[in-house]
Nanobody, 127 residues
Framework: QVQLVESGGGSVPIGGSLRLTCATS????????VGWFRETPGKRREAVAIIDNERYTYYADSVKGRFAISTNVASTGSALYLHMDDLRPEDTATYYC???????????????????WGRGVQVTISS
């Protein structure tokens, strides 16, 4: 059973940093596409950063140079991370961890973009 559990959200000032963690289980992460999406009220869920099954990374233009996605696979468990620097008010959103055995598209919009989702974690950038 695939499980994705996000943590690390919160409220930070403009220009601050935050690291999100997604604890993963129930699937071979090295064979899946994994990534982070975000959603704000009234807008469709959008891809932020993705790692494919060959470990190539993809970023939305709006976060390039500021966000970094990474993974860690250990005997005690696996995790997906999103390190966010230079945070801006427009980064305020609910962030979701995603996993799919076939494809995650950096240009995809909506909750059909991934087969599996976490429950999401709120990130708020305060002015």
């Amino acid at each position: 059973q695939v499980q994705l559990v996000e943590s690390g959200g919160g409220s930070v000032p403009i220009g601050g940093s935050l690291r999100l963690t997604c604890a993963t289980s129930g699937f071979p992460m090295h064979r899946y596409w994994v990534g982070w999406f975000r959603e704000t009220p009234g807008k469709r869920r959008e891809a932020v950063a993705i790692i494919d099954n060959e470990r190539y990374t993809y970023y939305a233009d709006s976060v390039k140079g500021r966000f970094a996605i990474s993974t860690n696979v250990a005997s005690t468990g696996s995790a997906l991370y999103l390190h966010m620097d230079d945070l801006r008010p427009e980064d305020t959103a609910t962030y979701y961890c995603a996993a799919d055995p076939h494809l995650l598209d950096i240009g995809c919009l909506g909750d059909s973009c991934s087969r599996y989702w976490g429950r999401g974690v709120q990130v708020t950038i305060s002015s």
